[in-house]
């Protein structure tokens, strides 16, 4: 059985994931500040749920140490904690692309650094950073600068971690959905059209896929998982 944390276990896309990892037989360790929307998982044996300031690194740190050492090895982490911020050059202050930095780089990277390590150690793991397409698509990214800004920094890290990992068996993913289908983001679109959206459901798929031993041959990917959106 593999283990595999989750983080941002909570949101709209986190409980998907949390959903079919536990379907799939994983052990999932869920990280989020609220465990209100994952009743469906209690009681199950290969659920953990921890409460987690990603924010921190210390606090971070210790949790991955603290995991480890109960479970001896981590197979995966998914790194869903993210937000989201319109703005563009003209409107967009360093303050605001400091706090987008520190809630999509910094939670990832301050629990990504200790797991790549540990996963080095042991010759296997999968971590998988949430992207997104304004920080690859620049007709996009301008109006929402802080927030592709800070996306981007994803995509270069996992470069780097890929290059530090080439020829073993530890891979740094990049999944970058369009709009994902949420009750949100259909509240605030009223006359979008939803069909064309990605349904959480349809990247835990792809997640799934990563950490299975059907995506062993993978390296350095980037999923760009946009349905016709």
């Known amino acids: 059985m593999k283990s595999i944390i989750i983080t941002g276990a909570n949101g709209n896309l986190g409980t998907a994931v949390v959903k079919k990892f536990l379907d799939e037989g994983y052990k999932v360790i869920a990280l989020d500040h609220t465990n209100d929307q994952l009743d469906f998982a209690s009681g199950n044996t290969t659920?953990?749920?921890?409460?987690?300031?990603?924010?921190?690194?210390?606090?971070?740190?210790?949790?991955?140490?603290?995991?480890?050492?109960?479970?001896?090895k981590i197979d995966g982490a998914l790194l869903l904690v993210g937000g989201f911020a319109m703005g563009t050059i003209e409107t967009t202050t360093g303050a605001d692309i400091d706090k987008m930095i520190s809630l999509n780089f910094k939670t990832a990277y301050y629990i990504s650094r200790p797991l790549y390590q540990h996963m080095m150690t042991n010759g296997y793991g999968r971590l998988v950073f949430i992207g997104a397409r304004p920080a690859l698509k620049p007709e996009q990214g301008k109006g929402v600068i802080a927030y592709a800004l800070s996306k981007s920094?994803?995509?270069?890290?996992?470069e780097f971690l890929n290059a530090e990992a080439k020829g073993k068996n530890v891979v740094v993913s990049v999944v970058a959905p369009s709009t994902i289908d949420t009750p949100q983001n259909r509240k605030s679109m009223p006359e979008a059209k939803p069909d064309n959206w990605v349904k959480g459901e349809q990247i835990a798929e792809v997640l799934e896929f990563i950490c299975s031993d059907k995506g062993s041959p993978l390296r350095e990917p980037v999923f760009k998982v946009y349905n016709n959106a």
Do not use: P, R
């Open 47 to 72: 659920f953990e749920f921890k409460t987690v300031d990603l924010g921190n690194e210390e606090t971070a740190t210790s949790f991955v140490k603290e995991t480890i050492a109960k479970y001896q």
């Open 153 to 158: 920094l994803l995509f270069k890290l996992a």
